[in-house]
């Protein structure tokens, strides 16, 4: 038989599933690899949702999604963040957050493109690229900048073949974040390099400096090459209901609507009536999550640095990326050896690219209760182990 895709078939299996397909199977185990909210979704949410079936909202969109929904969205990004985008012609409803990628990725690339992609970073970004057609191209950033990505860094990746950055703030896994100020020289290189961006900002609600989040879109002469990916499973609780969005310019959204009418055809239309009533009126909703995330992820800031597993203090998102360095294991080999001895599961930190090698990847999206059992846990672990 003939070969299948030699793409595809290199791509390694996702390194965070492998540990939750374990400790699925492991009974009293407790699990901190998965980031998904342990909240739920909003009743009030819900029941737009359910009200939609009950009235026989049950066919196709359009392929863009619900014009409300969409009108929504641009009036709450332009509101938040101070990027204003035409509900019209520049915004989609995705598949989650994750088509949004899979989207501009397929619209943007030409083969051979290079696409920048600082890491540690979501798992998807470079199969995604490779899928695409692109060549992707990563920087390792590093810890004792908090993982926030340099200029400096940034123009040494670029080449004549770079057309696009991914950037990923706040950070999965790391929890950082990007200022304005952060972010300016960042933008310069990409204006005069003519690089586009594609912002992945689904973790921009759960931010937790008084600042808040800082989209570069927002920035002079950047909206024009940004691509603002985000969505509802972070912030609303609402991963099942597989919903996001992407707003683009209007010749790349038109592209990736265009992409999405063939694979797609719309998202799901019971989510998309839920979503209008969580981005209309969902703002307390989140502000009680992020409150009480805030409150874990303080917890395990002191409790890890307290127990000689240093971290910066993450300032978004719902993880934190503790150095396992001193104990002289590989980051598999702590994971694997910590399930083993303690039924704890953590994610390892290479799951998220070479440069997390040497940390773990914790979240916070579990009670406050299970999190003490978990930290005891990882405490006794260390405390009994014999470690170079």
Known sequence: MKDVSKIADSIKP????????????????????????????????????????????????????????????????????NVKYEPESESIITVGGSEGIDLALRALLNPRDEVIIPEPCYVSYVPCAALAGGVPVTIDLKNENQFKLTAEELEAAITEKTKVLILSFPNNPTGAVMSREDLLPIAELCRKHDIYVISDEIYSELTYSEQGHFSIGALPDMKERTIIVNGFSKAYAM??????????????????????????????????????????????????????????????????????????????????????????????????????????????????????????????AYSIDRLREAMDRIEQFISTGDFK
């Not at 390194?15 to 009293?28: A, H, T």
């Not at 009950?54 to 999604?65: A, D, I, L, Q, V």
Request: with cysteine; glycine share 8%.
């Open 239 to 364: 991963t099942g209901w597989r919903l996001g969005y992407a707003l683009a310019p209007e010749k790349i959204a038109k592209l990736m609507t265009k992409i999405h009418q063939f694979c797609i055809m719309c998202a799901p239309t019971t989510s998309q009536y839920a979503a209008i009533e969580a981005v209309k009126n969902g703002d307390k909703d989140i502000a009680v999550m992020r409150k009480s995330y805030d409150e874990r992820r303080r917890f395990l800031y002191k409790r890890l640095n307290d127990m000689g597993m240093p971290a910066f203090e993450p300032m978004g998102a719902f993880y934190i990326f503790p150095s396992i360095q001193r104990f002289g294991m590989t980051s598999d080999e702590f994971a694997t050896e910590l399930l083993k001895q303690q039924k704890l599961a953590v994610v390892p930190g290479n799951a998220f690219g070479d440069s997390g090698e040497g940390f773990i990847r914790i979240s916070y």
């Open 14 to 81: 996702s390194g965070i599933r492998k540990f939750f397909d374990i400790v699925s199977e492991m009974p009293d185990a407790i699990s901190l690899g998965v980031g998904e909210p342990d909240f739920e979704t909003p009743w009030h949410v819900v029941d737009e949702g359910i009200y939609s079936l009950e009235r026989g909202k049950t066919f196709y969109t359009s392929n863009s999604g619900l014009k409300e929904l969409r009108q929504e969205i641009c009036k709450w990004y332009g509101r938040k963040y």
